[in-house]
């Protein structure tokens, strides 16, 4: 199979956000031999990532958004929220669902949505929720950081300032 990414191209795994492949290696799994991507993701500075290259499609592994699409995303985030469902399971399968598009504006979507829902509970959000809203805006922050060559930290401040940007926005209408 034909390589996607070469080695320093900045990807996104939908599970494990933002990195770069470090390198391309050969391994024997379970009696297989595959090629497979290294990738060092940004967000954890002890955990490696492998890939097998046939399996970059069915996982979402993607590139890096350019930083035009950073833009949107942030005005994403600033955006007017839809409104999430009040049923627990049927709000975690919206927000699921988004999140594993790997879809840079859905992800934006599901952290934007997540913040309002929780500003509308007053902060009371069961553990998923929260989980989720984590999870959304860590994805968006390690992207952002590895497109803008900025810090997770720097990048995380950015995404959680648009959430409080849209809360105001909110307000206004």
């Known amino acids: 199979m034909a390589l996607v990414y070469s080695v320093g191209d900045k990807v996104v795994h939908p599970a494990h956000g933002a990195g770069i492949v470090r390198k391309v290696v050969r391994r024997t799994i379970a009696g297989e031999p595959r090629q497979y991507y290294l990738i060092d993701p940004l967000a954890y500075d002890d955990m490696e990532i492998m890939v097998a290259v046939d399996k970059v499609k069915l996982i ?6 350019k930083r035009s699409e950073m833009k949107r995303t942030l005005r994403t985030l600033r955006g007017l929220p839809e409104r999430v469902s009040s049923n627990y399971k049927e709000r975690q399968q919206q927000i699921c669902e988004k999140l594993r598009s790997s879809e840079l ?16 509970k007053q902060g009371r959000m069961g553990v998923t929720d929260n989980r989720l809203l984590k999870q959304s805006r860590e994805t968006i922050a390690g992207e952002l950081a590895i497109v803008e060559d900025m810090t997770f930290e720097d990048a995380l401040a950015q995404i959680d300032e648009g959430l409080m940007l849209a809360e105001v926005e909110e307000k206004s209408n």
């Open 105 to 120: 504006r859905q992800v934006a979507e599901a952290a934007r949505d997540l913040a309002a829902f929780k500003r509308e």
């Open 60 to 65: 979402g592994l993607r590139v890096a958004a």
